[in-house]
C-alpha cells in the first residue's frame, strides 16, 4: 500500500485515466448540505486566501487496462463524484456563455483534462464511471438539460452547482483556482494488500455508510472484478430490489431468524460478518440465502405473497398499515415453511390473520410492547419444539402465544371488552384508528370500501354522532345529564363513524345528520351509517346500545383464538429479566437463557452467579470501578465490594471484587436490572424458566398428604415404643416433617422423631 499526499486536480488529470466505481460500492448519495459545504469551503479557501485546504482520502485499486489505467475506488467515490459535478458545471456554464472566465478556453481545459478522454470511443469518453444506476444520469449531464434525469441525486446537485455559480459571489476563475488547492492523501492498494480491512479503519469525511453499505462490501470487496460484477447482478442487485433498498433493516431481521438475537440497529454489520465467519458458508452459498428471505421480505414490503390467496394479501396490507415491524423475522420463518412444504396456505393465513389479532386486542388493552421483538423472535422454535416437528402447526401456534403471561399475554374477551368499551378511540394513533374503521366497515363482505386511501385523502373522517360541542339542541336531546353524557361518551367508539360530508354534518342535530340529503346517515354508501340511520333520538340508550353491538361484533372481528393442543411435556412459564410486574416469589427456577444459549440451574441464586461472572468477563471496569467507588450516593455501591467482610455472604466474583449474594430473589433482579445498562446489555435477553405456579403448589399439596399418611401410620407405633410410651399420648396426625410430644415434667422437651429426609 502507498499513500503520499496529492492534489484533487493532479490525481484526477490524465486522459489515459478512469475512474471506476466497483458494483460493491453504494449509489452517489450526497445531499445538497454536502454540496453546500464543498462550496462553502471554497469561498473560504477564496477570501482567506488559503493556500491548501485538506479534503480527505481516497484510496484506490490500481487496473491496468490496455493503453488505460483504471482506478478502482474503494473510498472517496462520493468528493470524486463531487467535484467532478462542479468542475462540469463550470465547463457547461462558460461553454453556454452564461459566465465569463478570464482564462481563455477554461471549459475546453476543464473538459479535456479532468472530466473526459477526448480522442477515446464514445462509450468511453467520461472518465468517470459511476455504479450502473447513475452511469446513465451522469451521461445525460454531458448532453442536452431536456434530457437530464431530474430524479437522480448527480443531476440535483449538479444543479445546484449551477446556481451557486450564477450567484456569482467568486469568480469561476477564481473557483477553479480553489479546486486546485484542495489537497487529498492518495492511497493505492498493492496486490497482496486486504482491501476490506482498509476500508474498514478508515475515517471518512464524507457520508457515513450504512450497515448495508457495509454488508455489501465486505461480501464483494474480496472478489475479482469479475466475480464481483456476476454475484452483483446474480444476487446484491435483487436483494436491494427486493428490500427497497434498505439492505440495513433486511438483514438485522435476517439475522435474526439465524441467530434468534436482534443486533443493534448500528451493529448489524458486525453481526452479519461475525455470522458469516462462524458459519464459514461459501460466499455464493450466504448469497443464494440472503436472496432467498430477500424475496420473502418483498412480500411483506409489498403485501402480494403470491400464495393466489386475497385474504393474505389484504391482511398483509393491514399489516403494513399497522407498521409494526417486530413481527418480520417469524412472519418469513412461516412463509419459508411454506415454500419448503411444511404448512399449507390455510396455515400461512391463520397464521398471520391470528398475529394480527394478537397486536390489535394488545393495542387495545394498552399491554406494554416491549417483550414483542423477544416474543416473535423465539416463536417459531417454541412451536417446533413442542415435538420437533411442524406438524399441527396453526394449533402450537395458538397454545405458544395463549400461554404467554404477563406483558406477552393475549387478551382475552374480557379484558377485550373491558378496554374496548371504554377506549378513547378518537385520540388513539391516527394508523389505528384509520385500522379499526376500515375493519368495522370491510369486515365479513366482499363489497369492500376502500377506507384507507379515503382517509389518507380526506375523502372519509372520522364522525362524532354526538358532536364535540353541543349546541343547545343538543343538550336538550341529551336531557338533564348531558355533560355527564357528553364527557363519558364523546370519543369512544360507540359515538364514532365514518363519513364523507363532515362538514355538512357539523354540529347539527341529530334527525339533521340522519336525514341531511348531502351525506346524512340515511343515503350513506357506508354500512356502519346504516343503524344509525334507523334511530330517532341520540342519547344515552342509544350509546349504550350501540356500544355493546359494537363490542359483540369486535370480538368476532378480532376473535379470541382456541385450541385443544396439550404439549405431550409441559413447556415451562418464561419471563424476561425485563418483564418487572412478574412476581417471582416462591417461584422456582430450572433453567435460564442468556443470547440465546440455555443453561439449567439449581436455584436463583446459581443463575445470578452465572450471569453475573459472565457480564464480568466480557467488561471487568463496571465491577471494579463499583468495588472501588467512592460515591455512596451510587445504589449499586452498597452491594459491590473489594472487601469480602462488606457484604452478608459474598460471592466472589474476581480478586478483591465482591458482590451480595444473601439476597432476596426480587433483590437479586433489582441488582441485575441495574448491572445490565452499564454493560449495554439488554434484559430481554436474559429469560428465565420457571416450574409451573399451578404444578408447585399441587406438587405441595402431595407431599402435605403424604406427611399426614405418614403420621397417621407411624404415630400408633411411636406410642407403643417403650422408649416414647406416654410422650406422644396426646399428638395427632400432622403435615409437617417433625413430631414433637411432652413429658410430666415442666420446661422438659422430648426427642423429635423425625421422617428422615423420606418426605422432603
Not at 346504516?530 to 340508550?541: E, F, N, R, V, Y
Request: charged share 25%.
Amino acid at each position: 500500500m502507498n499513500g503520499s499526499e496529492a492534489k484533487m486536480l493532479g490525481f484526477m488529470e490524465g486522459a489515459d485515466k478512469r475512474y471506476v466505481i466497483p458494483v460493491y460500492q453504494r449509489k452517489y448519495d450526497w445531499k445538497n448540505d454536502n454540496c453546500r459545504q464543498l462550496y462553502d469551503d471554497l469561498k473560504k479557501i477564496i477570501l482567506d486566501k488559503r493556500e491548501s485546504h485538506f479534503f480527505g482520502s481516497i484510496v484506490s485499486s490500481v487496473v491496468p487496462n490496455g493503453s488505460k489505467i483504471e482506478y478502482h475506488i474503494i473510498d472517496g467515490q462520493q468528493r470524486l463524484t463531487t467535484v467532478s459535478l462542479l468542475l462540469l458545471a463550470i465547463c457547461n456554464l462558460v461553454a453556454q456563455g452564461k459566465v465569463t472566465a478570464a482564462e481563455e478556453k477554461l471549459d475546453e481545459q476543464i473538459l479535456q483534462r479532468f472530466l473526459v478522454a477526448p480522442w477515446a470511443k464514445e462509450d468511453d469518453r467520461i472518465k468517470l464511471r459511476p455504479v450502473k444506476a447513475d452511469r446513465d444520469a451522469l451521461a445525460k449531464l454531458y448532453g442536452d438539460q431536456e434530457d437530464f434525469d431530474w430524479s437522480s441525486n448527480l443531476t440535483l446537485n449538479y444543479q445546484f452547482f449551477c446556481e451557486m455559480i450564477l450567484k456569482r459571489e467568486v469568480t469561476v476563475d477564481e473557483l477553479f483556482a480553489a479546486i486546485g488547492k484542495l489537497e487529498i492523501i492518495s492511497i493505492t492498494l498493492g496486490e497482496g494488500d486486504n482491501a476490506q480491512l482498509i476500508f474498514e479503519s478508515l475515517n471518512s469525511t464524507g457520508l457515513a455508510l450504512t450497515e448495508g453499505d457495509k454488508i455489501r462490501n465486505y461480501i464483494l470487496m474480496g472478489l475479482s472484478p469479475q466475480e464481483q460484477n456476476t454475484y452483483y447482478e446474480k444476487y446484491w442487485s435483487k436483494i436491494e430490489k427486493c428490500t427497497a433498498n434498505e439492505v440495513s433493516g433486511f438483514i438485522r431481521d435476517y439475522l435474526s431468524v439465524k441467530q434468534q438475537i436482534t443486533p443493534t440497529v448500528s451493529n448489524v454489520y458486525r453481526s452479519f460478518k461475525s455470522y458469516a465467519e462462524d458459519t464459514r458458508q461459501p460466499i455464493e452459498t450466504l448469497l443464494s440465502d440472503l436472496l432467498r428471505y430477500a424475496r420473502l421480505y418483498e412480500k411483506l414490503l409489498t403485501c402480494r405473497s403470491g400464495l393466489n390467496s386475497k385474504k393474505l394479501d389484504d391482511c398483509l396490507y393491514r399489516m403494513m398499515r399497522l407498521e409494526i415491524v417486530v413481527t418480520r423475522p417469524f412472519l418469513m420463518e412461516v412463509l419459508r415453511l411454506n415454500q419448503d412444504g411444511k404448512i399449507t396456505v390455510d396455515d400461512v393465513l391463520s397464521v398471520f390473520l391470528i398475529t394480527e389479532n394478537y397486536l390489535f386486542r394488545r393495542n387495545i388493552c394498552e399491554v406494554p410492547t416491549n417483550g414483542l421483538n423477544k416474543i416473535f423472535l423465539n416463536l417459531n422454535k417454541e412451536i417446533i419444539r413442542y415435538d420437533n416437528t411442524t406438524d399441527d402447526y396453526v394449533n402450537k401456534f395458538i397454545y405458544a402465544l395463549l400461554s404467554k403471561k404477563e406483558s406477552g399475554r393475549f387478551p382475552d374477551d374480557a379484558e377485550f371488552t373491558e378496554a374496548l368499551a371504554t377506549k378513547q378511540v378518537y385520540q388513539m394513533r391516527g394508523k389505528y384508528k384509520a385500522y379499526l374503521f376500515e375493519r368495522f366497515e370491510n369486515f365479513g363482505t366482499v363489497e369492500t370500501k376502500d377506507v384507507y386511501t379515503h382517509l389518507d385523502n380526506n375523502v372519509y373522517t372520522i364522525e362524532h354522532i354526538m358532536p364535540q360541542h353541543l349546541t343547545p339542541a343538543w343538550t336538550e336531546e341529551l336531557g338533564p345529564n348531558y355533560a355527564e353524557i357528553h364527557a363519558t361518551w364523546l370519543h369512544r367508539l360507540a359515538n364514532l363513524t365514518l363519513t364523507g360530508y363532515n362538514p355538512n354534518l357539523s354540529n347539527n342535530s341529530f334527525i339533521e345528520k340522519r336525514d341531511a340529503k348531502d351525506g346524512g346517515y340515511k343515503v350513506s354508501g357506508l354500512k356502519m351509517n346504516q343503524k344509525i340511520a334507523t334511530k330517532d333520538a341520540w342519547g344515552l340508550p342509544e350509546l349504550e346500545e350501540r356500544n355493546e353491538e359494537m363490542i359483540e361484533r369486535a370480538k368476532t372481528i378480532w376473535d379470541f383464538p382456541k385450541t385443544d393442543f396439550v404439549p405431550v411435556k409441559k413447556e415451562f412459564d418464561s419471563c424476561s429479566l425485563d418483564d418487572e410486574n412478574v412476581d417471582l416469589t416462591s417461584r422456582e427456577i430450572v433453567r435460564y437463557s442468556y443470547l440465546n444459549v440455555e443453561r439449567p440451574v439449581s436455584s436463583w441464586a446459581d443463575m445470578y452467579e452465572h450471569i453475573i461472572k459472565y457480564l464480568h468477563q466480557k467488561d471487568r471496569s463496571v465491577l471494579s470501578g463499583l468495588a472501588y467507588s467512592t460515591d455512596n450516593n451510587s445504589e449499586l455501591t452498597k452491594y459491590v465490594s473489594s472487601n469480602a467482610e462488606e457484604c452478608r455472604k459474598a460471592l466472589k466474583i474476581d480478586d478483591n471484587i465482591y458482590i451480595e449474594k444473601n439476597s432476596s430473589t426480587s433483590m437479586k433482579m433489582s441488582i441485575l436490572r441495574r448491572l445490565f445498562p452499564l454493560y449495554d446489555a439488554d434484559p430481554m435477553d436474559l429469560v428465565f424458566y420457571l416450574k409451573d405456579a399451578e404444578s408447585e403448589k399441587g406438587n405441595e399439596n402431595d407431599r402435605h398428604e403424604i406427611r399426614k399418611r405418614y403420621w397417621s401410620y407411624a404415630i400408633p407405633i411411636i406410642q407403643n415404643q417403650h422408649l416414647y410410651r406416654g410422650t406422644f399420648s396426646n399428638v395427632n396426625p400432622t403435615m409437617s416433617n417433625t413430631l414433637s410430644g411432652f413429658v410430666g415434667i415442666s420446661g422438659f422437651y422430648t426427642i423429635t422423631p423425625h421422617i428422615l429426609g423420606l418426605i422432603s
